[in-house]
């Protein structure tokens, strides 16, 4: 899961036109698209995904919005429906030069693996419950989960979980092991990825601490905005280290882990000038 953006803001279309080279590639992929469906709208175009509005497309269709204030979740979104592709890579490959930079800028670390953009259904269960959460969590580690061991984890209602997550078709069973289908996915929605953060985090267990099983930390300060998107950068670089690290053979195994990690600022920025990361 990559750094994502906040709500966009609408600036002026004489702007946009003038300096916004992926808005205006964005316009043209939705009017080219439209142009070979005639049958659908822009409505159309956001009733597939529920996290779409038709006023937001709407936007986008006469690029009113400027680059660095574009939803990359949204935008990612819509570019999935243009393209009709499943994993982040070959969404990106398919557009232009304006717009697969973009998305690299948009999600560095993520677009350097095979990962699939998670399905409505997926997200769905996600946001449903904290158990159908861990459930899915638990079903999408290298090894699996068994009913007995989710149990462990989360009490009478791990396998509950599984097999309703099992009985949607978002996981499946195998002998004694519930395995998620797809073995990486990628969640663009940004209250998504907090709200998962928030319920792993439920899971982190005082008593491990000294016991060579955990960490934790937390760091406040004051930063200039370089200070800021240095962090940013040591971010990154952390998330693509810990996900060679859980991709490397040598490292699975049989115990269920979790990690995840965030930094923002205190203060909310107003400025619709400021570009947003």
Do not use: W
Not at 36 to 51: F, T, V, W, Y
Not at 64 to 87: A, F, G, H, T
Not at 114 to 141: F, P, Q, R
Request: with cysteine; hydrophobic share 35%.
């Amino acid at each position: 899961m990559d750094i994502n953006v906040t709500e966009s803001h609408t600036h002026s279309s004489i702007s946009v036109r003038e300096q916004s080279p992926v808005a205006k590639a964005i316009r043209d992929e939705i009017t080219s698209y439209l142009a070979d469906n005639p049958q659908l709208s822009l409505r159309a175009m956001a009733q597939r995904d529920s996290e779409l509005s038709r006023e937001y497309i709407r936007k986008l269709a006469k690029a009113e919005i400027s680059d660095e204030k574009l939803n990359q979740d949204k935008v990612l979104r819509i570019l999935q429906i243009i393209s009709k592709k499943q994993k982040l890579t070959d969404v990106i490959n398919h557009f232009n030069s304006n717009i697969s930079q973009y998305l690299k800028e948009s999600y560095k670390v993520t677009y350097e693996h095979e990962v699939e953009i998670t399905s409505e259904s997926i997200e769905k269960a996600l946001n449903e419950s904290d158990d159908l959460c861990i459930a899915y969590h638990l079903a999408h580690t290298s090894a699996g989960i068994t009913a007995q061991r989710a149990n462990e984890v989360m009490g009478v209602r791990g396998e509950s979980a599984l097999q309703t997550l099992e009985g949607r078709g978002l996981i499946e069973k195998d002998s004694r092991i519930y395995k998620a289908k797809s073995s990486n996915f990628f969640i663009p929605a940004l209250e998504t990825m907090h709200k998962i953060a928030q319920t792993l985090m439920r899971l982190y267990r005082t008593k491990h601490f000294g016991r060579k099983r955990n960490y934790i930390m937390t760091i406040t300060g004051s930063l200039n905005q370089m200070g800021i998107e240095a962090e940013q950068e040591l971010f990154r670089k952390f998330h693509k280290d810990l996900l060679n690290l859980y991709e490397d053979g040598k490292n699975q195994g049989d115990i269920p882990c979790f990690a995840t990690a965030a930094m923002d600022s205190f203060t909310v920025l107003k400025d619709d000038n400021e570009k947003l990361h």
